[in-house]
């Protein structure tokens, strides 16, 4: 299935080219302002985004009753964040988004209104024991994997499937996500090559992803940003999603 252009980005950037070469976890500060981005498929990813919801909303959102406090508060956090970019604009008791939609914030409904307003996929992770345990996500764009597997499993479950995260990885992993301080977020990103460009894709542990190719026509790049909520001290894995025709030229 081919994807509509505005849902395609026109390049990944080199400096994500970069980060995706390095070895894992291969955590870096996020530059002042730089947590949430907006890019040319800005206004086609959040389409996307709503279709799926409305399709089938139990597939890319769930929230434990555990992390209520935490999702209400990442909306919070989110809604502060946007307050300070020039691409959004408070009208009236409204956001208008930077493709001009206006959205009306439901704290009632704190996921679905992160998905009306930012690109990122969102997954709230909380302490419970000596792990972090995935307790809320909005996934609608999900690179071979499925929500329905890994909620409410801890970090070292729900990456079993990956072939490099053997103990060493997990155990940094964890000090990461046990060390990450509010106000102080860290990213990284991956880069795989994709045969098909569609942006949800979930697939069952059992269910691998075929290879990409060097000859595949799509790049499928993530940029994984993670950082604590001050107030529940949730831990935040964002993922910002590029899909881009291989041959398409790098920038920033």
Known sequence: ?????????????????????????????????????????????????????????????????????????LLTVVLAEIAMRPDFAMVGHGIRRPDGVVVSPDPKDPLLTLSQLVQEDLCILQKQGDEHVLTAALLCFPASWTLAEKIGRPLTVIHVPVAPYDDGIAARVQRLFDGVQPGRPVWRANLLRYEDPTLFQPRAEADQRPVGRPDSAFERSERQTVLRLPGTRAVVFSIHTHVVRRGAISQG
């Open 1 to 73: 299935m081919t994807q509509s252009a505005p849902i395609l980005q026109s390049h990944i950037p080199q400096i994500q080219r970069d980060r995706a070469a390095a070895r894992l976890p291969s955590m870096v500060p996020v530059a002042p302002g730089d947590w949430l981005q907006v890019d040319d498929a800005y206004a086609g990813q959040l389409a996307e985004k709503a279709r799926l919801i409305a399709a089938h909303r139990d597939r890319v959102m769930a929230c434990l009753p555990e992390a209520r406090d935490a999702a209400a508060e």
